[in-house]
């Protein structure tokens, strides 16, 4: 695997749910086929050239040198570390990148620092060896295999992801789901209830739209189908007890 140096590892976040976060590889194999944010932020200031030049990720190779410096004087600001906004810490297929996230996350651990986890890969049984304030989630967005192979082709199987989740709730841990970007009928038909069933063990379901793409636009009921889906998510939460957390820009007027 390819990898970079970099001169800083930590910084606070613009994500509206998040806190510290951290990205210790540059790029992603998943594939997605949908409007990537982190690939259109990493090209737009010209850290990757193409589509496939994001698919070849580059691991950071002195992030644990970069944390050993960042966290004393850091600290005492963080109240949780996200994993990862702009890549993967699971990244499917890709063992190196899973040792790195481990030993990133004790060493956070280690001084106190919770760690909050989102991958579209497989999160390892070790994870149950960390501190039990870490909370870990999971992207589903489906339950369809032949969907997930058409849009996210590098990432690992719907069913493995929830299995995975469930075996660290199961050992006490938070866990959450982020149903984003959920996709409008004409890209795939499904039931949203079915998902959420099949997550019903965990503790967190972040629910959002899918921006920056022309057919969800041209699926003329856009607005008014992901204004019923986020009420139907918020309807279960309560229903479940729940947390709950509808992005931003999800719910919109339907006139």
């Not at 994001?54 to 963080?78: A, C, M, Q, Y």
């Not at 957390?245 to 999800?250: A, E, F, S």
Request: charged residues 25%; proline residues 4%.
């Amino acid at each position: 695997m390819k990898s970079i140096t970099r001169k800083t590892m930590l910084y606070k976040t613009g994500v509206e749910y998040g806190d510290y976060t951290m990205n210790h590889v540059l790029g992603c194999a998943h594939g997605c086929k949908y409007p990537c944010y982190a690939y259109m932020l990493k090209k737009r200031f010209g850290e990757i050239s193409s589509y496939e030049d994001w698919l070849e990720p580059r691991i950071v190779s002195n992030t644990l040198e970069l944390l050993d410096k960042e966290i004393p004087r850091l600290k005492d600001k963080i109240k949780s570390v996200q994993l990862c906004f702009t890549t993967d810490p699971f990244m499917y297929g890709f063992d190196e990148v899973a040792s790195m996230s481990i030993a990133a996350i004790k060493k956070l651990n280690a001084a106190q620092i919770k760690c909050s986890v989102l991958t579209k890969g497989i999160l390892p049984t070790e994870l149950a060896d960390c501190s039990r304030e870490n909370e870990y989630g999971i992207t589903l967005i489906s339950l369809d295999e032949m969907y997930r192979e058409r849009m996210e082709p590098g990432s690992a199987p719907f069913a493995a992801r929830i299995q995975a989740l469930k075996f660290l709730s199961e050992k006490g841990f938070r866990t959450w789901v982020s149903i984003e970007p959920y996709p409008t009928p004409n890209l795939i038909e499904q039931d949203l209830m079915s998902i959420l069933n099949a997550i019903a063990f965990v503790d967190k379901i972040i629910f959002g739209r899918t921006n920056y793409c022309k057919e969800v636009s041209a699926y003329r009921a856009h607005k008014q189908f992901y204004n019923q889906c986020a009420k139907q998510v918020v309807d279960f939460c309560i229903k479940h007890n729940l947390a709950y957390h509808i992005k931003d820009g999800t719910i919109t007027a339907d006139e």
